[in-house]
């Protein structure tokens, strides 16, 4: 890997207890049941890598933003029966993630045996980045891994400062892929490359977006973010998501698009609705032409074939950000539709990245994560990545 970072792959854990930061922040429903188990598979190719060595694994993760130390809603032990399923093993649990409970339940691990530990967020300290709660966390293993690509662009204690209390330290397999394919688009990418961004903000995204206006072919902007580009340009956009002070940012970057000749797509229609529900009253207008009282909520069907058509007759393309509220069924055509051209283009040769958080929980929804080259696990950390900035949780396992 890049700047000398060693993977597992470098290691034998035959005999050795690996500390391996996985990211285990997965969504539960009412009763506590795992309703996305992405996160936990993507680690399993790590974990049993360490056992088939003949050594052992204690993982340690965050789950949720536990505001004041423990809560039951927020503890690791409810994915308890999910990550047993998926090891294929028993998995040991301590309440705590440091401490005595925690520390003889490592010391005592024998070959092939795995424990998880308490969500590291109980302790203020991880999120603060402290040293001292750092070390008592090191003094579980004997090697580090770093698997969580997700939060990898966190300065946390379990995810950056930890590493220096270690001799090997070394990258998880996921870790490894995300960065492997982020630096596919980031290095020298296939023509036509077309980044599709959506979302509802611009803030979110200003970066990203500059960054890649020097690289890309095509960018589609959709989602909410593209009626603060319609407001910019004189449209109407009635009761749509709006970024007022973002206005002249979208029309900087509209003519940065302009000079460095990237045709940069915005959508020509939009689904409409009288209220953010479901089964409230919708219609389709004319993008910048929104009549007062009503909201866009999804790109429209004229550029769904618009977006689409760019998107596959492309060769590298990157997707973040959904083009509408498809968590609701009456606006997740958009989003459908530049899912299924972007499975197309990935059919024809492109490589297809879609870059986590909204865009990941997408592609998957409609069934079609198998179908593209490779879901990200990491919506920020990718984002931070791609604009070009350290990752602190990738640093931290250079030499």
Known sequence: MNNGIKTVNDINFKGKRALVRVDFNVPLDDQFNVTDDTRITAAM???????????SA???????????GPVDKFSLKHILSELENAVGTKVQF????????AEEL???LKEGEVLLLENLRFYKEEEKGDEEFAQKLAKLGD????????TAHRAHASTAVIAQYFEEKVAGYLMQSELENADKVLGNPTAPYTAVMGGAKISDKILIIEKLLDRVDNLIIGG?????????????????????????????LLDKAKKNGVNLVLPVDTVISKAFA???????????????????LDIGPKTRTLFADIIKNSKTVLWNGPMGVFEMTSFEAGTKAIAEAVVEATRNDAFSLIGGGDSAAAINKFGFGDEVSYVSTGGGALLEYME???LPGVKALEP
Request: glycine content about 14%.
């Open 45 to 55: 190719k790590t974990v049993k890598k360490i056992l088939n060595d003949g050594g």
């Open 58 to 68: 204690i993982l340690m993760s965050h789950l949720g933003r536990p505001k004041e």
């Open 94 to 101: 301590a309440n705590d993630c440091i401490g005595n409970e």
């Open 106 to 108: 490592a010391a005592n």
């Open 143 to 150: 090697i580090y891994v770093n698997d969580a690509f997700g």
């Open 224 to 252: 909410g973010m593209s009626y603060t580009f319609a407001k910019a340009q004189g449209g109407q956009i009635g009761d749509s998501l709006l970024e007022a002070d973002k206005m002249d940012l979208a029309l900087q």
């Open 278 to 296: 479901n089964d409230a009253e919708q219609d389709v207008a004319t993008s910048g032409q929104i009549p007062d009282g009503w909201m866009g």
């Open 388 to 390: 070009g900035k350290v």
